[in-house]
């Protein structure tokens, strides 16, 4: 894979003390990870451990602004065309009479989310009983196209399902020649539906950095490293304001949408923008890219300390070396995802290790647990995938595996990577696991008590979260 090249934060004009201030502001919103760019050039970046370089992190919505691109390849190979019915091009899918609307709409509707739903389409669903583009196509459109934003993330997969229908590849491999391969991507994947269209509105999966080249791509309007890759006009085009937002609730979602990329309250600025906080922001004014991934809590404050702290300080001219550079330097190299508090062990902790517990039919689908205190800490899960032990650090993140499902087509690949750290206090054990591929962590407390267990599963960075009480009892003589 290709690397930017790096510099003294300096040379790009980034004052230190300003990027310090970033980084603790970052750390209190959330971030997993982050690059920041100007001209090519990163001068500033962190990784919040257990998160890594090497890791791709699931996107969420930042994928949009890829199919979005891939439809833009299409469009200067002469494939498609912005004015293309949505219709034409599943015949077979329509229902007998669709509707008036439906027949109206065209695939700049689908990219500026203006389809004339009042309702998105509920297509997503990955049992793989249902065929998504038809359930769109069958799906009541109230009004005409093109007179109302209403955000849509079946919009998104349609535009992918339609370039498949015309590349005979998906969306994925349709980029590959034509975006990942030129700008160098590492390790990659995009989700898919059950068949096996890329899901375009969710489900890329990259590497930091190569959030960070995307941005450096559209900042320098369709050109990498020397090469003219995508024409100037259609970048121009997706990423300027094409329809008002001005419902949404937020500065920096409520300035306009263009082709699947946002308009930010910044003079110059656009966005993908991906759930909990996966980004990649240019700044043309100033020849910037910010890229990050994280479990933001609060998306409009990381992008006011991003104006703050990084964007608004830039200087024209080089700045000399301080002191400042190295303390963000070892700050950055320290930085860590949130540990649990408390001590190494307990007297407690010698009663119930090894110790197993039948859990109650749960969400999570644990069936046993067990834990071994001791010098090193395990925790052994029994679910219906199979038997995990994974190791738990204290003080650190050590990295471990659950079982791997069966494979499905959403999301399978990266929830079975965990790094898990535990502390006991107030005579409770607490362990974070952190999915290290996504945007997910689970914060459980264990309760021990004389013939069972009771614990909390606070699940964050996730559609599916908030917190889950369970119970469990001691298994026949309680030992694993």
Known sequence: MKTLPRVRMGEIGLPAASARAFLRRASECGLHSFLFVRGGKVGAEGYWTPYAPAYPHMLHSLSKSFTSTAFGFAVQEGLLSLDDPVTKFF????????????????????????????????????????DWVEKFLHSYVSNEPGTGYLYSTAATYMVSAIIQKVTGQTVCDFLRPRLFDPLGFGEFWWDTCPKGISTGGFGLNLQTE???????????????????????????????????????????????????????????????????????VVCRPKNTVFACTGQIRDFQEIMDALYEY?????????????????????????????LPQGERTTPAAASVSGKTYEIAPNRFGIKTLSFRFGEETTLTLETADGVSTLPVGFGEFLDGETAVPPRA??????????????????????????????????????????????MTIDRAGSFFGGVTELSGFLTDGGRA
């Open 409 to 454: 087509n959403v999301h399978s690949p990266f929830y079975h990577e965990v790094s898990c750290a535990g502390a006991w206090k107030d005579g409770q054990f607490h362990l974070t696991a952190v999915y290290t591929r996504t945007s997910t962590n689970d914060r459980m407390t264990f309760a021990f008590l004389p013939h069972g267990i009771r």
């Open 210 to 280: 190569d959030i960070a080249k995307f941005g450096v791509f559209l900042a320098n309007r369709g050109e990498f490293d020397g090469r003219q890759l995508l024409d100037p006009a259609w970048v121009d085009a997706a990423t300027s304001w094409q329809v008002p937002t001005a419902k949404e609730n937020t500065p920096d979602w409520a300035v306009g949408y263009g082709y699947q990329f946002w308009m930010c309250n910044h003079p110059g600025t656009f966005r993908g923008d991906g759930a909990f906080g996966q980004l990649c």
């Open 91 to 130: 015949p077979e899918k329509l229902p007998s009479e669709p509707c008036e609307n439906m027949r109206k709409m065209r695939i700049r509707h689908l990219l500026t989310m203006n389809t004339g739903h009042t309702v998105e389409p509920g297509v997503i669903d990955d049992g793989g009983s249902v």
């Open 310 to 338: 990084l964007i608004d300080p830039l200087s024209d001219e080089i700045l000399p070396e301080t002191a400042e550079e190295a303390a963000f330097a070892s700050e950055a190299a320290a930085l860590t995802f949130p």
